[in-house]
T-cell receptor, first 113, second 115 residues
């Protein structure tokens, strides 16, 4: 089955700096890669996603890049703000009819004011 | 609020008791997923439904777990004879079927504590 590795597990940045979180996946047939933000006591919130036919996608301060050859994808947050502090999860869609997601272990991002 | 809802939000039970959780998906979504999340880990897939049909189950879903979606709308997840290892956050997500509907939207989860 699919295996997703995520690094780093914790990341501390100063407000205004950029943050980068990286993930690798094992199944070359995976074709959809979402990123979720999870705040304490809440469910994961979809913040951005990318499909395998695209190399990069941007939405305001958030961008995701995908390298299919190397089987890795990254989340970039620019101009970080304290409200960006949360746990971020990457995921990959297992290539079957069910669209089940395999998640990475998460990155706790702390943005210091 | 038109998002995914889950009830109860918290459940504390004694080992050996049965518990049932409910998930109401986004109204037009025909796919519904259950995931389990333990502390400090990412969610792990348990099972999913397309309409009322349960199409896939993970190996994590032991015989003590059963899920239903009788009318293709809300779903229930029951755990029989709970064990301390069942303590986790149980998350429900929903999506549309097909290539256009791969986005999964999660509910707030039900946190289960087994004493």
């Amino acid at each position: 089955g699919e295996n997703v590795e995520q690094h780093p597990s914790t990341l501390s940045v100063q407000e205004g700096d950029s943050a980068v979180i990286k993930c690798t996946y094992s199944d070359s047939a995976s074709n959809y890669f979402p990123w979720y933000k999870q705040e304490l006591g809440k469910g994961p919130q979809l913040i951005i996603d990318i499909r395998s036919n695209v190399g990069e996608k941007k939405d305001q301060r958030i961008a995701v890049t995908l390298n299919k050859t190397a089987k890795h994808f990254s989340l970039h947050i620019t101009e970080t703000q304290p409200e960006d502090s949360a746990v971020y999860f990457c995921a990959a869609r297992t290539n079957n009819a069910g669209n089940m997601l395999t998640f990475g272990g998460g990155t706790r991002l702390m943005v210091k004011p | 609020d038109t998002g995914v809802s889950q009830n109860p939000r918290h459940k504390i039970t004694k080992r050996g008791q049965n518990v049932t959780f409910r998930c109401d998906p986004i109204s037009e979504h025909n796919r519904l997923y259950w995931y389990r999340q333990t502390l400090g880990q990412g969610p792990e897939f348990l099972t999913y439904f397309q309409n009322e049909a349960q199409l896939e189950k993970s190996r994590l879903l032991s015989d003590r777990f059963s899920a239903e979606r009788p009318k293709g709308s809300f779903s229930t997840l029951e755990i029989q004879r709970t064990e301390q290892g069942d303590s986790a956050m149980y998350l429900c997500a929903s999506s549309l079927a097909g290539l256009a509907g791969v986005e999964q939207f999660f509910g707030p989860g039900t946190r289960l504590t087994v004493l």
